[in-house]
């Protein structure tokens, strides 16, 4: 398992630097939308027993809130949320039983504001000064945070973090994350932004490797309420691309407004 | 009851007008965040009992999204939106079941939607270019709407429109509430919005008025989803404020955006 693990990132690592750091910009997008697609996908396919309408509408939905995201036209963002929002609940008017469709309603909007509105944010923040590095410094710190946890976790993990949500998290892990997001910091003090005082890039990452873990359990919540214990069950062993983003999604928006709204 | 209605519009026009095309622009931002507060007030008391998280909760980050929308600084109402959400997402961790903490985090992310940031999109509407008259059309499409629709209603009223979801609807109201809306953009050529033909505020208007029936069916289907009549307890008699302000949301989104789209 963990080898598989490190394998898949050995591949994806150099990939990943690439279309950050050094592709045009089109190719980052295009793999954004891509990941949000089968995000969405993932998300509405998860929800659908508890949903009266199609999945399709939702994914459509998502997709055009993502696209009007990539344009940064805030006036086609409003429009793709609300026309859209305005189509779902008319829709679900046709349902025989309002709770469910009422039910409908709330979570295609929570599926859409989830993936196709957050996700997109990565390209924003990417767009702007430093983008790049400000979006190395969001992996170093899932990464980091994700490898702390995972070590400290195997080795002395006892104590169970939310055993209701997610029974492997444990305690123990959960500080071993945050010392790895504290490794990310100090060495995105080194490499990536280091014009930026160390102490803001350690509190940043600290706060980013928080929203990293509850945003997890956020996911793991969805899934639970849903019954599925992967969000894709079209890549077997590997678990779904909302799996694997889920941790990236509440550090995303978090940075993005931290650097429009401070600076 | 209709002697009610009559002398409730005969009191509250002349205000309304004053508000709309007189009074300074704060006084009327500031009548549009009361109704929005008091609609999500009332929105909160009737999703109280499917919710696990304190109704003020939802109310404070609704009224926060409000004023976001107040300033119409999109990195705000960004911020509002999506920090907002994260925030309910996380807190609803705490609930044991995840399904009714997913259930609490989407009722409170369409509340906030539905009302938060659809209402508030009128004072927009108002400080573009002949805003004033373009609220006005609104509001007028809405009332002779629904006194088309009451009118034709109570003479020949039979066939019921979707009993499921509001009893007392037929679709004999329905075409009479389309006239109403026919007559709303004839007089709004003539004295509103002169310089615009006259096909296409029949066609808006007719756009709206379908906008605003079903709107108004989308809030009964809330109301029935929740097991309640009115969405106010508070203003006996009357209704609530989301049972004025239901028939005139869709409309406003939709306008606001036609005109920032296409003009």
Redesign the interface.
């Known amino acids: 398992m963990l080898r598989t693990r490190l394998l898949t990132a050995a591949g994806a690592l150099p990939l990943l630097i690439f279309l950050i750091g050094y592709a045009p910009e089109w190719s980052f997008s295009g793999t954004v939308l891509v990941l949000t697609g089968i995000g969405l996908w993932e998300y509405f396919s998860l929800t659908r027993a508890q949903c009266t309408l199609s999945p399709v509408i939702g994914k459509l939905w998502g997709m055009l809130v993502a696209f009007s995201m990539v344009s940064g036209d805030?006036?086609?963002i409003?429009?793709a949320?609300?026309?859209g929002?305005?189509l779902i609940?008319?829709l679900?008017?046709r349902d025989?039983?309002?709770?469910r469709?009422?039910?409908t309603?709330?979570?295609f909007?929570?599926g859409v504001?989830?993936i196709g509105?957050?996700f997109p944010?990565v390209l924003w923040i990417h767009r702007g000064p430093e983008g790049a590095e400000w979006v190395f410094f969001i992996l170093l710190v899932a990464m980091l945070g994700d490898t702390g946890g995972y070590v400290v976790g195997r080795a002395w993990g006892k104590r169970k973090l939310?055993p209701?949500?997610s029974p492997g998290k444990t305690i123990e892990g959960g500080v071993g994350s945050i010392c790895g997001n504290g490794v990310a910091a100090l060495i995105a003090w080194q490499y990536l932004l280091p014009n930026r005082p160390a102490s803001e890039l350690v509190v940043l990452a600290l706060l980013m490797g928080l929203?990293a873990q509850?945003?997890d359990?956020?996911e793991?919540?969805?899934k639970?309420?849903c019954g599925a214990k992967d969000s894709g069950r079209f890549f077997p062993g590997h678990g779904g691309v909302l799996d694997r983003i889920d941790s990236l999604l509440?550090p995303i928006?978090?940075i993005?407004?931290y650097n429009?709204?401070w600076n």
Chains 1, 2 share one sequence.
């Open positions: 805030m006036r086609l409003g429009t949320l609300s026309l929002f305005m609940f008319i679900s008017l025989r039983y309002p709770a469709g009422i039910q309603t709330s979570l909007m929570l504001v989830y509105f957050l944010h939310l209701h949500i929203l509850l945003g359990l956020c793991s919540a969805l639970r309420a509440f928006a978090f993005y407004y429009t709204l």
